[in-house]
């Protein structure tokens, strides 16, 4: 769990960094150092959606589950229900109609 936390911050530092550069330069260097089939004057496209964005709006959560010690190992087990509560919640479905 500890690790999950630490990626999460990791990925909102990145983004906030990220957002502080010339975007549009920024895509056009790593575009020659990335395999895609996506075009670069789409990702240009892309990148004008990010104008005005915050990293302060990401909201991350972690999946419910238990986590589990075995054999002196750490395993996440998933909660199925908990997940798909998750779920409709964040797309603002009631689940009880949803069944």
Known sequence: MGRIEAQQQF???FVKKSLGLQLPAL???AYSHIETNIHAADL???SSDLVGFSADNIN???LPGIETPLEGLSFYIPDEDG???LAYSLYGLNISTNN
């Open 11 to 13: 990925i909102k530092s």
């Open 83 to 85: 997940i798909k509560n």
């Open 27 to 29: 895509i056009k260097e």
């Open 60 to 62: 991350m959560n972690t």
């Open 44 to 46: 240009l496209k892309l």
